[in-house]
């Protein structure tokens, strides 16, 4: 029987450019604003080796989110009193990765500070 972490892998994965593959990813609350309205998400937040994607499944809906690593600022890590929090600085809008409990995480972060600002054909395959 597949955890929620891999079913919530398996659903993403459906909608991956050719050639994209999971690099890392944290599990959390994703914070961002939609339609003028801050919400606040639980699922997971992959780095692949071509954008940053959010999945997240509630009853029959499914939400996902991407963010092109072109339009990273920075990335900044904080500890918080229930987890870490991962603060994503982006050109249109920012979003954030709440209540992260992870040990990959400073992979995670460092992988994405590696690649910010970095055009589709500048990132590996």
Do not use: P
């Not at 993403?12 to 593959?21: I, R």
């Not at 003028?36 to 996902?64: E, M, P």
């Not at 040990?103 to 054909?121: A, P, T």
């Amino acid at each position: 029987m597949l955890t929620k972490v891999e079913k919530l892998l398996e659903i993403s994965k459906k909608g991956f450019e050719s050639n994209e593959e999971i690099v890392h990813y944290i599990y959390g609350a994703y914070e961002k604003v939609f339609n003028g309205k801050s919400t606040l998400r639980t699922g997971i937040l992959i780095a692949t080796n071509k954008k940053i994607r959010f999945c997240s499944k509630r009853f029959f809906t499914v939400f996902n989110d991407v963010v092109e690593y072109e339009d990273l600022y920075n990335v900044e890590l904080s500890q918080e009193k229930f987890g870490d929090k991962v603060f994503i600085h982006c050109k249109k809008q920012s979003c954030s990765m709440r209540f992260v409990e992870d040990q990959n995480l400073i992979k995670f972060v460092d992988f994405i500070k590696e690649n910010k600002g970095k055009r589709k054909q500048q990132l590996k395959d």
